[in-house]
C-alpha cells in the first residue's frame, strides 16, 4: 500500500488521475487537509461554558418533552426530557443532564441549521461541581446476548450517529441476530481540519474495540473491520495495539471475541462515506435505495462505539463528545470533550481567534459543512468540528463551460452537470430521475468546477423542492385510494344486497313449489288458503269501510273547521246577506238558512253563490257606467232638460185642475199655435216641452223617481229637439236674408214675413257665410235688374 501510495505521488504531478490507483471507487478530491492544526495539540480539559442549551427537537425523531422546570437543579446523567411516543413505532431520543447545574429557562433558540429556525430549548446553568448520578442506566456490566436488549439500552442512553447523520443508533440496529457479517468501524476521517476521530483512536482505541466487541456480541457478527485512512498513522498504530491487547472487563461473561481487523485507506475525499468505505474495503457496492444491513454490513462511527460501550458497561448516557475546534481563524486548534449544547462562539473563543469573529462559524469541514446563521448556538451530538475559517473572496460564477470535471470527480457517479442543468430550469422530476437522492453532497463537484459553480446549493435546494412534492404527490395517491376503497365498499355492499334478495326470492318459489307439489297438501292448502282470502277480503272490507268513515270525519271536520277558522271576506259575507234576504223572501226558516249558510263552505254552494254575485256585480257596475255615460252625455242639455221636467210636470198639475200662470201662458201660445193651424208641427220649443212632459208624466206615474235609463232617453230627445230647433233658425235667418219662404223639415207651409223678421230678431245674422251668400244674392239681383233695364232700353231703341 506504501509502495503503490509512493508511486502515485511520483506521478502524480503528471497525471493527477494516478491517484486514483490507490483506491476503488469512482472520483474523489485532494483537498488540503489542514488537520494538524488540531491534531498536534493533546485533547483539552472539561469546559464548563456559561449555559448548555439543549435542544427539543432532534436530529432525527420526535421531538422530545421537557421533564423539569425552570429552576429545577439537575445532575449530570439525569433524564430531562423524552419523547412520550413509542420507540418501537417512532424515532425517540432521550435527553440527558450534560453536567450539574440549574434550568434557567425553556424558551426558543437558534438551533445550528442553515435556516436559523428557533425551536423550543432547556437552558442549563453549569455550577461547575459536575456531580454525577452514577450508573443511571442501571446497568450490571453484563454484555446483551441478544439485539433486542442492546437496541433497549442504546435506545435509553440516547445515543445516535455520531458521524454525521444523526440517525438513532437503536433504529439502525437489526432485531434479530445472524443479520450482519461486516461491523465496518469507520476512522476515515476525511473532511479537512477535522481531527476528532482521529485522536480519539489514539485515547480510547481499546474502548472503541470493547464497544464495536459488545455489538458484534449481541448480533451473533463474527468480523469487525476497522478502516482508517493512511494519513493516521498513530490512530493506526493504537487501535492496533489496543486489538492484540483487548482486555475482557471483570464483570463481562464474554469468553468469545469477534476477529478484529485494521484496514488502511486511501487518503481521499469522502473515503468516510458509507458507500465509498464499505466499496473499499469489502468490494461490496450498496445499491442505491437500500440500507447497508440489507447486504450484511453495519458500519458505525468510532465516537458511537465509544458511547456504546459507556452505555453498556458504565450505565453512562451520551452527554458529551470529542469536538474538533479549529480553521484559518484560530491560532490554537484542538480537540476537546465538549458538553452537548456548549455555544460554539465560547468554544471558538478558546482556540485565541486570529482577530474578532465577526464572521459565521462553520459546523463540519469545509466540504461538507454548513454555515450558521449565528454563532451562538449549541454543540450537537452529531457536530464534530467548530471551524472559524474567514470568508474567502467569492470567485464570480462562470457559465457552465460542459467540460466534465464534476463527473469525474463524483464519487457516487452521478452527472453533477445535468442535475445542475434541470436544476436551474426548475426540472425537478428530471433531477429525481438522474437519482439526486444517492447525492451525499459531499461538494467533490463544486471543489472541481472551473466556473466555480456552487453545485452542491443547487442539488440541496433540488432536494428540499422534490421532497415536497413527493409530499403531495403521496397525499394524493392516499386520497385517490379512499376514493377507491370507498367506491369498491358501495359495489360490496351492492352485490350482497341483491344477492340476500335473490336468495330470499328463491326462498319463496321454493316453498310455493313445495305447496303445489302434493295434491293432498295443495287442497289442504289451497282451503285454507281459500279461508284465509274470504276472511282477509271481510278484513280488507272493513278496513275500507273505516278509512271512508274516517275519511268523511275527516272531511267534516275540515269543513267546519275551515268555516269557524277562516275569517270570512267582504264578498262572502255579502253572499251570505244576498242568501239570506232570498232565504226570508222565499219564507225559509232560520234553521234551513243556517244549515245552507254552514254548508257556504262546501265547494259546489260556494261557487254558485260566487258566480251569482259576479253576475249582480257585472250588472251594478253596467248599470253605473250607463248611469255615468248618460249623466256626462245629458250634462250640457240640464237646463233644457230640467225645463221640459217643468213643463210636463206643469202641464201634469194642469191636469189635476190645478192652475198655475205659468202652465196658463204655454195653454195661451199653444192656442195661438192652434190657430195658424199648425195642429201637428207645432212650435219646437212647445212640442219638446209636451214630449218631456208626457214622458215626465208616464214616469210620474210610474214612480216617485225617474230611472236613469227614462233620464237618458228625456236627455237625448231633449238634445235633438234642441239641435232642430237651432237648424230651422238658421234656415228663417237664410230666408229672412233671401227673402224666400222657409220651409220645415215636415215641408211646412211658408209663415208670413213678420214671423219671420220676428224670428229673425230672436237669431241674428251675425255668420260671416250668411254675409257673403247675401252679398252674393243682391249683387245678382242688381246685375239681373240692370240687365233688365239694358234690355228695355234697347226695345225701346229699336221700337
Ligand atoms: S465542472 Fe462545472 S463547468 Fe465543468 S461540466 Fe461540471 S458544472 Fe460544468
Ligand atoms: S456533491 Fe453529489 S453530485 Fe457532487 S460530487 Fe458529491 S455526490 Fe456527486
Redesign the pocket.
Known amino acids: 500500500m506504501r509502495l503503490l501510495q509512493a508511486f502515485a505521488s511520483t506521478l502524480a504531478p503528471i497525471y493527477p488521475l494516478a491517484k486514483r490507483l490507490l483506491y476503488k471507487f469512482h ?1 474523489g478530491v485532494f483537498p488540503q487537509y489542514n488537520k494538524s492544526l488540531s491534531a498536534r495539540n493533546p485533547i483539552r480539559a472539561l469546559y464548563y461554558p456559561t449555559e448548555l442549551i439543549l435542544p427539543l427537537p432532534q436530529t432525527v425523531g420526535e421531538m422530545a418533552k421537557s421533564l423539569v422546570k425552570v429552576g429545577d437543579h439537575v445532575l449530570k446523567n439525569q433524564l430531562i426530557a423524552q419523547s412520550q411516543a413509542d420507540a418501537n413505532q417512532k424515532l425517540v431520543v432521550p435527553i440527558h443532564a450534560p453536567t450539574s447545574g440549574e434550568i434557567i429557562a425553556i424558551e426558543a433558540r437558534a438551533l445550528p441549521h442553515a435556516s436559523g429556525l428557533q425551536e423550543l430549548c432547556i437552558i442549563l446553568k453549569p455550577d461547575g461541581k459536575n456531580k454525577a448520578i452514577e450508573n443511571v442506566l442501571q446497568t450490571t456490566g453484563t454484555w446483551p446476548e441478544d439485539a433486542q436488549p442492546l437496541k433497549d439500552l442504546i435506545a435509553q442512553s440516547g445515543i445516535i450517529g455520531m458521524g454525521g447523520a444523526g440517525f438513532p443508533t437503536y433504529a439502525k440496529l437489526p432485531s434479530k441476530q445472524g443479520k450482519v457479517k461486516h461491523l465496518i468501524i469507520n476512522g476515515a476521517e476525511c473532511e479537512p481540519f477535522i481531527s476528532c476521530d482521529d485522536l480519539l483512536m489514539q485515547t480510547d482505541a481499546e474502548q472503541i474495540w470493547l464497544g464495536a466487541q459488545i455489538v458484534a456480541h449481541a448480533l451473533n457478527c463474527q468480523e469487525i473491520l476497522c478502516g482508517i485512512e493512511t494519513n493516521k498513522p498513530q490512530a493506526i498504530e493504537k487501535m492496533q495495539s489496543a486489538a492484540k491487547n483487548l482486555q475482557m472487563p471483570s464483570n463481562a461473561s464474554v469468553i468469545h471475541l469477534a476477529a478484529m481487523k485494521i484496514q488502511e485507506v486511501a487518503t481521499v475525499y ?1 473515503m468516510g462515506g458509507q458507500k465509498q468505505l464499505v466499496y473499499e474495503m469489502t468490494g461490496v457496492e450498496l445499491q442505491s435505495g437500500h440500507h447497508a444491513i440489507d447486504q450484511g454490513i453495519l458500519m458505525m462511527n468510532v465516537a458511537t462505539l465509544k458511547a456504546i460501550y459507556r452505555a453498556v458497561t458504565l450505565g453512562e448516557p451520551l452527554t458529551s463528545r470529542l469536538v474538533t475546534v479549529s480553521g484559518e481563524g484560530v491560532t490554537e486548534g484542538f480537540n476537546i470533550e465538549a458538553f452537548i449544547g456548549t455555544p460554539f462562539n465560547e468554544l471558538a473563543e478558546l482556540a485565541k481567534p486570529k482577530g474578532d469573529i465577526d464572521y459565521p462559524l462553520i459546523m463540519g469541514g469545509p466540504m461538507m459543512g454548513v454555515q450558521m446563521p449565528q454563532n451562538h448556538v449549541p454543540i450537537l451530538k452529531t457536530t464534530n468540528c467548530v471551524l472559524a475559517n474567514p470568508p474567502e473572496p467569492r470567485q464570480m460564477q462562470m457559465p457552465c463551460i460542459r467540460c466534465g470535471e ?1 463527473m469525474d ?4 457517479n ?1 452527472l ?1 452537470q445535468q ?1 445542475y442543468w434541470h436544476a436551474q430550469g426548475h426540472e425537478y422530476e428530471k433531477v429525481e430521475k438522474l437519482n439526486i437522492k ?9 471543489y472541481v468546477c472551473p466556473s466555480h459553480i456552487p ?2 446549493q443547487y ?1 440541496r435546494h433540488a432536494k428540499s423542492e422534490i421532497k415536497v412534492l413527493n409530499a403531495e404527490k403521496q397525499a394524493t395517491e392516499l386520497a385517490k385510494q379512499r376514493h377507491e376503497f370507498k367506491l369498491a365498499r358501495i359495489e360490496r355492499e351492492k352485490a350482497e344486497r341483491e344477492a340476500r334478495l335473490k336468495a330470499k326470492k328463491e326462498a319463496v318459489k321454493k316453498q310455493a313449489a313445495q305447496n303445489t307439489n302434493t295434491p293432498q297438501e295443495s287442497e289442504k292448502s289451497a282451503t285454507s288458503g281459500a279461508s284465509k282470502s274470504v276472511a282477509s277480503a271481510a278484513a280488507a272490507r272493513a278496513a275500507a269501510a273505516k278509512a271512508a268513515a274516517r275519511k268523511k270525519a275527516n272531511s267534516d271536520t275540515s269543513s267546519e273547521q275551515t268555516q269557524t277558522d277562516k275569517p270570512l271576506s267582504a264578498r262572502e259575507k255579502a253572499i251570505l246577506a244576498a242568501q239570506k234576504a232570498a232565504a226570508n223572501k222565499q219564507g225559509q226558516s232560520d234553521k234551513d238558512f243556517k244549515t245552507k249558510g254552514q254548508s257556504l263552505g262546501s265547494k259546489s254552494d260556494r261557487q254558485a253563490a260566487t258566480e251569482a254575485a259576479k253576475k249582480r256585480a257585472a250588472m251594478a257596475a253596467a248599470k253605473a257606467k250607463a248611469t255615468s255615460a248618460a249623466k256626462q252625455k245629458a250634462q250640457p242639455e240640464n237646463s233644457a232638460r230640467e225645463k221640459a221636467i217643468a213643463a210636463a210636470r206643469k202641464k201634469a198639475a194642469q191636469s189635476s185642475k190645478t192652475e198655475d200662470p205659468a202652465v196658463k201662458s204655454s195653454s195661451d201660445l199653444e192656442e195661438n199655435n192652434n190657430k195658424k193651424g199648425n195642429d201637428e208641427n207645432k212650435s219646437p220649443t212647445l212640442n219638446a216641452s209636451q214630449q218631456t212632459a208626457e214622458l215626465t208624466t208616464d214616469l210620474s206615474a210610474n214612480g216617485s223617481e225617474t230611472s236613469p235609463a227614462l233620464e237618458k232617453e228625456l236627455a237625448r230627445k231633449a238634445a235633438m229637439q234642441k239641435a232642430r230647433e237651432a237648424a230651422l233658425a238658421r234656415k228663417k235667418t237664410h230666408q229672412k236674408q233671401n227673402n224666400t219662404p222657409v220651409k220645415t223639415d215636415q215641408d211646412s207651409p211658408p209663415t208670413k214675413t213678420s214671423e219671420s223678421s220676428e224670428t229673425a230678431e230672436a237669431i241674428p245674422l251675425d255668420s260671416p257665410l250668411d254675409k257673403k251668400a247675401a252679398a252674393k244674392k243682391a249683387a245678382m239681383q242688381a246685375a239681373k235688374r240692370a240687365a233688365a233695364k239694358r234690355a228695355a232700353a234697347k226695345k225701346e231703341n229699336n221700337e
Not at 438 to 446: N, R, V
Open positions: 472520483g469522502p464534476c470527480a463524483c464519487p457516487v452521478l453533477p442535475m444517492d447525492c451525499i453532497e459531499c461538494g467533490c463537484c463544486s453545485l452542491v442539488y
